[in-house]
């Protein structure tokens, strides 16, 4: 079954100590995302990434950091993480091709809610 | 960069009623896909639409790429059609509307 995995699901923790966020997706998709969701502000881009090795910031990516050493793994990772951090995040993967010619349909993960007191 | 808007932000509308949503962007793009999210926070892929018009059941959508906007129809509205309803175009980047809260009442 095609799909995007995330763990946790569900995730309480404390300022400052370390966290990581796996996702992974089986549809060999190039590109990957990840976002954040929170009330009145929906959903804001964190980091994406078009292929192993490349990544770049999204809207809000102060705070986290993401590898992408295999195509099907793209973890979030929270060094140090703060209480403005609690929320709900998604993975996200497509394909990626030229718009108009391609169905580069996004498929989410079913998210992570973080809660960092 | 772009800047994505919905409207209405929110909608109440009785079980049969027919809607419709819209999404203007600031911005040409190619790649526009409509997404609801459910009461339990699923994201669920509606239509990947750039341009033309498509429909899957009781949902179409329409873009009309020269014009910046996209508009998603939801006739015979039924309570399970309820939840935010999001659109979102990629440029490199990718940018959320901030949605269209639907709540249908039985």
């Known amino acids: 079954e095609a799909q995007v995995t995330q763990n946790p699901r569900y995730l309480i923790t404390v300022t400052g100590k370390k966290l990581t966020v796996t996702c992974s997706q089986n549809?060999?998709?190039?590109?990957m995302s990840w976002y954040r969701q929170d009330p009145g502000l929906g959903l804001r881009q964190i980091y994406y990434?078009?292929?192993?090795?490349?990544?770049d910031k999204g809207d809000v990516p102060e705070g986290y950091k993401v590898s992408r050493k295999e195509k099907r793994n793209f973890p979030l990772i929270l060094e140090s993480p703060s209480p403005n951090q609690t929320s709900l995040y998604f993975c996200?993967?497509?394909?990626?091709?030229?718009?108009?010619?391609?169905?580069?349909?996004?498929?989410f993960g079913p998210g992570t809610r973080l809660t960092v007191l | 960069g772009i800047q994505v808007e919905q409207s209405p932000p929110d909608l109440i509308l009785q079980e049969g009623a027919n809607s419709t949503l819209r999404c203007n962007f600031s911005?040409?793009?190619?790649?526009l896909q409509w997404f609801h999210q459910n009461p339990w926070g699923q994201l669920i892929n509606l239509f990947y639409?750039?341009?033309g018009t498509k429909q899957n059941g009781r949902l179409s959508a329409t873009t009309v790429a020269t014009e910046r906007y996209s508009l998603l129809y939801i006739s015979s509205s039924q309570t399970t059609d309820s939840g935010v309803y999001f659109c979102?175009?990629?440029?490199?980047?990718?940018?959320f509307g901030k949605g269209t809260r639907l709540h249908i009442l039985p």
């Open positions: 990434s078009m292929n192993v090795e490349v990544t």
């Open positions: 996200a993967s497509s394909i990626l091709s030229s718009g108009l010619a391609g169905t580069d349909t996004q498929y």
């Open positions: 911005d040409s793009v190619n790649n």
């Open positions: 549809m060999n998709h190039e590109y």
């Open positions: 639409i750039p341009s």
């Open positions: 979102a175009v990629r440029d490199d980047k990718i940018i």
